[in-house]
């Protein structure tokens, strides 16, 4: 298995515009995680899914970001419009009734 | 509030001296407790998992041990190597099916 696979692996985009990150859940998986990583605050969760619905959506900062996991082997992450503070590192994750836990390589986005 | 603390926030050893790195959490209920490596630039890749149950599980050179009536864990590393720089990231699952809560990490330096 190719594990956890995100896409871009870098992002560099002006404020103001929409940026979308991709994730593909290890196949089998049914929990896809939505995670924050920066400096100051480490890794928090903002989203996750159990069987393709959203389940606690409590850690998404705004409504500027919105998850959606259409099928069990493909869910975006998407922030409209981006802020210089949204950069960071966002990882995904996937794992099967909380066994096999695992994280994607990252997406790292900067907002300029 | 659920919490994960963990300590010394960075450590610098000397290649082939041992280290332990310290977790205390009060999260409640209580069911399980992870360790995690991370690599710059990289997805935090899994270690340890340790039950309630459980109070000791090694791999390889890291062994991790836990307390779960004082809700203490500790991951120590035996003749550390340069390949053990890295963050160390203390991680525990509040029940089953919920995503996880993380400490923010110490910070392992090993130099030559």
């Known amino acids: 298995d190719a594990g956890v696979i995100q896409s871009p692996r870098h992002e560099v985009t002006e404020m103001g515009q929409e940026v979308t990150l991709r994730c593909k859940p290890i196949?089998?998986?049914?929990?896809l995680f939505w995670y924050r990583q920066t400096m100051m605050r480490g890794l928090e969760l903002l989203i996750y899914?159990?069987?393709?619905?959203?389940?606690?959506d409590s850690g998404m900062p705004e409504d500027r970001f919105s998850a959606k996991m259409p099928n069990a082997s493909f869910s975006t992450l998407k922030i409209q419009p981006s802020e210089p503070r949204d950069s960071a590192v966002y990882f995904c994750?996937?794992?099967?009734?909380?066994?096999?836990?695992?994280f994607g390589s990252g997406t790292r986005l900067t907002v300029v | 509030k659920n919490q994960v603390e963990q300590s010394p926030q960075s450590l610098i050893i000397l290649e082939g001296k041992n280290c332990t790195l310290q977790?205390?959490?009060?999260?409640?209920?209580?069911?399980?407790l992870r360790w995690y490596k991370q690599d710059t630039g990289r997805g935090p890749v899994s270690l340890t998992i340790?039950?309630?149950?459980?109070n000791t599980k090694s791999n390889g050179r890291y062994t991790a041990t836990l307390d779960a009536d004082t809700k203490q864990s500790s991951l120590h590393i035996t003749a550390s190597q340069l390949s053990d720089s890295a963050s160390y990231i203390c991680?525990?699952?509040?029940?089953?099916?919920?995503?996880?809560?993380f400490g923010k990490g110490t910070t392992l330096s090993v130099s030559s």
């Open positions: 977790c205390n959490y009060t999260v409640s209920p209580f069911s399980n």
């Open positions: 994750a996937s794992s099967l009734l909380q066994v096999g836990y695992t």
């Open positions: 196949s089998g998986h049914n929990s």
């Open positions: 991680v525990v699952s509040e029940q089953a099916g919920t995503a996880l809560i």
């Open positions: 340790m039950t309630f149950s459980e």
């Open positions: 899914f159990n069987n393709n619905v959203p389940i606690d």
